[in-house]
């Protein structure tokens, strides 16, 4: 993965396709436990380790992007492994236990919190802890040299910057779905409701 220069600046969500995959979803008490680092930033509050729990029919393939929340963005370590260094400038991995047991899926910490909204055309959180409904950036504030990032406005919230979305795109396919967020770039339109699956 590379950074790659762009005209313009666009920021992402990004999930799971709802295409047939089995994905993953955090278990409430790793949940908390990641909101309260995301909040708090402290290295006590700081998840070693996490544990999530399969959503959908055994049958189903598992998704190498599996994370249904958008705070808590969890790869596979076949994905991981093609993409760690570059990820890691903006964060580290913890290890998930999926049912008890460990598995080959990791936790992207998004560590970079970077103020760079625009708060005076962006939406605030219905709640404490909530997505930004409509959110808006001052684009020479997007830390485009990272993949990813949080807002203080919304620390849980994880956003992705386009270049990271397509290298991410190249190794996921149709698997991954990319919901434009915002973009510089007024003639290209965000989707209307980008945290729609939270």
Request: net charge negative; proline share 9%; aromatic share 8%.
């Amino acid at each position: 993965m590379s950074e790659k220069p762009h005209d313009s600046v666009s920021v992402y969500r990004l999930l799971p396709s709802l295409n047939d995959l089995r994905t993953l979803g955090l278990d409430m008490g790793s949940g908390v436990k990641l909101a309260k680092w995301a909040r708090s930033g402290s290295e006590t509050d700081r998840p070693t380790s996490v544990s999530a729990h399969w959503v959908g029919e055994p049958e189903m393939r598992a998704a190498d992007f599996p994370s249904i929340k958008p705070y808590g963005p969890m790869l596979s370590r076949r994905i991981t492994d093609l993409v760690a260094d570059e990820l890691a400038t903006a964060g580290s991995f913890v290890p998930v236990q999926i049912d008890g047991d460990e598995s080959d899926y990791l936790l992207y910490l998004v560590e970079a919190v970077v103020d760079c909204l625009d708060t005076r055309r962006s939406s605030k959180p219905r709640k404490s802890g909530d997505p930004l409904t409509k959110a808006s950036f001052r684009t020479e504030a997007v830390p485009t040299h990272l993949p990813a990032f949080r807002v203080p406005d919304s620390p849980r919230a994880v956003y992705w910057n386009c270049w990271a979305v397509e290298q991410l795109t190249k190794h996921l396919g149709e698997d991954l779905e990319a919901r434009l967020i915002w973009s510089n770039d007024s003639t290209r339109t965000p989707h209307p409701n980008p945290w729609g699956i939270v």
